[in-house]
């Protein structure tokens, strides 16, 4: 039987990377074989493409062909050989950021993002995905105190992060099967209890 696919998304600071790895933890124990896995990144060649997006300045239409490059070789490398073999797979991001940060963040039009879409996984989408939604002031104190280099995403202005916590949150509306909008800012507990509903509901 193939396997799910589940991503997390969310602006950042909103906290999802902490719950990856739990998640795939409780789906383990119940049995199932999963891998863990980002964007941009998740090959060898996609980790350097990530050096790249997150570092070097660009235009905006070849930051979204590196974006979905780097989604194509994750794609034919390890998550579509992953679900066919039955395995889970657990993304921290997958396309929606493409759609709320190039889309909703830097303007690019929505046909062009539609068009490359539908080229690289049209017949592709996550089975379930998590976005963890919170204030832009809460999350923007959480990147201060994890006081580290900052990347170009996570050095820009507020307007920009709140275009893509708008974007984000619209998407979810137009996907409400899919797509499930958790408040970050409950207890780290309280987000484990909720994810384990959802998964359980939708994909077990
Ligand atoms: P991360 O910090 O969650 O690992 O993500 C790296 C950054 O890349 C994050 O600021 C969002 C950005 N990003 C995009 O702008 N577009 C995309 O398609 C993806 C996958 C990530």
């Known amino acids: ?27 383990r124990q119940k049995g199932l074989v999963v891998r863990v896995t980002r964007e941009p990144g998740g090959t060898e060649l996609g980790e350097k493409l990530r050096e790249l997006l997150l570092h070097s ?10 974006m979905f490059a780097a989604r194509r070789e994750h794609l034919a490398k390890v998550i579509e050989p992953a679900l066919a073999r039955g395995e889970w797979v657990v993304c921290d991001r997958f396309s929606d950021a493409t759609y709320a940060y190039q889309g909703g963040g830097r303007g690019l039009d929505r046909a062009k993002f539609q068009q490359l879409e539908h080229w690289v996984h049209g017949h592709l989408q996550p089975d379930l995905t998590l976005l963890f939604d919170l204030p832009l002031d809460v999350a923007r104190e959480r990147i201060v105190l994890a006081s580290r280099v900052l990347d170009r995403f996570e050095q820009e202005r507020a307007d920009f992060h709140e275009r893509v916590r708008q974007a984000y949150l619209e998407r979810a509306h137009s996907a409400p099967s899919r797509m499930r909008v958790i408040d970050a800012q409950q207890s780290i507990e309280d987000i484990r209890k909720l994810l384990e509903k959802i998964v359980s509901s939708i994909c077990l």
């Not at 300045?57 to 590196?66: C, G, I, R, V």
Request: net charge negative; glycine share 10%.
């Open 1 to 27: 039987m193939r396997g799910k696919f589940i991503t997390f998304e969310g602006i950042d600071g909103a906290g999802k990377s902490s719950h990856v790895e739990w998640l795939a933890e409780l789906l």
């Open 57 to 66: 300045s660009m235009h905006l239409e070849t930051e979204t062909l590196l």
